[in-house]
């Protein structure tokens, strides 16, 4: 007996569709070369430059924010809904994390740190559709198989709508234009140890916004990570 097809299947080819016609009226090719079908093909992604070690304490990036490919990129996977980009900064940004936590990594297995992307208001979020260091935060969950983080992406929020920080304005006005733009939830973050996620850093104010909020609110301890700076 000829075995009936499933809904299961004509969803699949549906999908399969679906797949080719976004293919077809939006063809991926890598940032870098133009080759076809990858964002960021694996040639161009093991020629990026990393970043030198950043001058604010507690915060790591991964690349030089110097060079173009990676301020295209970021600037597509920011403003431009190149969603894709996640999912290789997010797997570069696991193993920077697990790289650096070495010896607390048997600390994390007692209790998983608290993994937070810095958030964006809502008004822009809106706008935006989507917060880019939320894609990250979920793609550094997807590499987690050890269950060493956990998503928390409620411990922070964005009181305050700020001004996008000019590349020109001084470190203390951009200080200012951010003060008390976040706040933390007391019962998520209190006493646990946080990984803060962002896209990029250049003054660092963002994040030490982000860590001052937390720290009121009591938690132990507070690294930062980048995909670039
Ligand atoms: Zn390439």
Known sequence: MRKKKGPFIHMHRLHLFFVFIIDTIFPQSCIGCSVN???????????????????????????????????????????KNARGFASYFGKRL????????????????KEPFLIVP???HKKRLRERGYNQSELLVQEIIKNDRDNLFKYSPYALIRTRETKPQARTEKRATRLENLRGAFEAKEDLVYGKNIILIDDVTTSGATL????????????????????AH
């Open 37 to 79: 079908r990858f964002l960021l093909c694996p040639q161009c992604g093991n020629a990026l430059p990393l970043a030198n070690p950043s001058p604010h304490p507690n915060i790591v990036s991964v690349f030089d924010y110097q060079n173009k490919i990676i301020r295209k990129s970021i600037w597509k996977f920011k403003y």
């Open 94 to 109: 696991y193993e920077e994390i697990i790289g650096n936590l070495g010896e607390e990594l048997s600390v994390s297995k």
């Open 118 to 120: 810095i958030p964006l």
């Open 208 to 227: 030490q916004e982000a860590r001052k909020a937390l720290r009121v609110k009591g938690a132990k301890s507070i690294q930062s990570y980048t995909i």
